[in-house]
T-cell receptor, first 112, second 113 residues
Framework: EAGVAQSPRYKIIEKRQSVAFWCNPI?????LYWYQQILGQGPKLLIQ????????DSQLPKDRFSAERLKGVDSTLKIQPAKLEDSAVYLC??????????FGPGTRLTVT | AQSVAQPEDQVNVAEGNPLTVKCTYS??????LFWYVQYPNRGLQFLLK??????LVKGSYGFEAEFNKSQTSFHLKKPSALVSDSALYFC???????????FGAGTTVTVRA
């Protein structure tokens, strides 16, 4: 079975620029998650979708971060404008309802 | 609120020796507990989970974990470590009634030949 796909794998941008990340979950997984993993820390949940609806976005910095999952399958996470402290690995995960989460390889973002 | 503590930033063991990675948790209800492993430049890989039932859970790559409700712990163990087990290990918890998964800060395991 194909795993969670993410692109790009690496991205370097300057502060105040915008960036977008894409995620395609495992087929049939209704729940999709975006995490931010800062170096030396565990992943922190940014937003969780159930199909195309948002379940939890309480830790998403909504002034600069946005995410959508329009057709209930793949998802896009956007940062506009980026700050230096946004440098991190952005992980996408998917699961069946409340089952274990399966993670993609992540996108490593460097903001200079 | 739920949280996870991994008290050791690093664990170093010799190949062939037993490996233990510690985890304690806090939840308001019944816990669902997970261990994940992360290799360099890779995403997190699921190792094992505890939902209910037997307190000793067996997972991938010879790993197991023991749920201890009285000590609110879920330590990861492997009887004989391999050099290839060197990686970053994360413990995670969620309340049975919740979707949200909370991760510990991670423990770097180094197995020397």
């Amino acid at each position: 079975e194909a795993g969670v796909a993410q692109s790009p794998r690496y991205k370097i941008i300057e502060k105040r620029q915008s960036v977008a990340f894409w995620c395609n979950p495992i087929s049939g997984h209704a729940t999709l998650y975006w995490y931010q993993q800062i170096l030396g820390q565990g992943p922190k949940l940014l937003i969780q979708f159930q199909n195309n609806g948002v379940v939890d976005d309480s830790q998403l910095p909504k002034d600069r971060f946005s995410a959508e999952r329009l057709k209930g399958v793949d998802s896009t996470l956007k940062i506009q404008p980026a700050k230096l402290e946004d440098s991190a690995v952005y992980l996408c995960a998917s699961s069946l309802e409340k089952g274990e989460q399966y993670f993609g390889p992540g996108t490593r973002l460097t903001v200079t | 609120a739920q949280s996870v503590a991994q008290p050791e930033d690093q664990v170093n063991v010799a190949e062939g020796n037993p490996l233990t990675v510690k985890c304690t948790y806090s939840v308001s209800g019944n816990p669902y507990l997970f261990w994940y492993v992360q290799y360099p430049n890779r995403g997190l890989q699921f190792l094992l989970k505890y939902i209910t039932g037997d307190n000793l859970v067996k997972g991938s790559y010879g790993f197991e974990a023991e749920f201890n409700k009285s000590q609110t712990s879920f330590h990861l163990k492997k009887p004989s470590a391999l050099v290839s087990d060197s990686a970053l290990y994360f413990c995670a918890v969620r309340d049975w009634g919740d979707y949200k998964l909370s991760f510990g800060a991670g423990t770097t395991v180094t197995v020397r030949a």
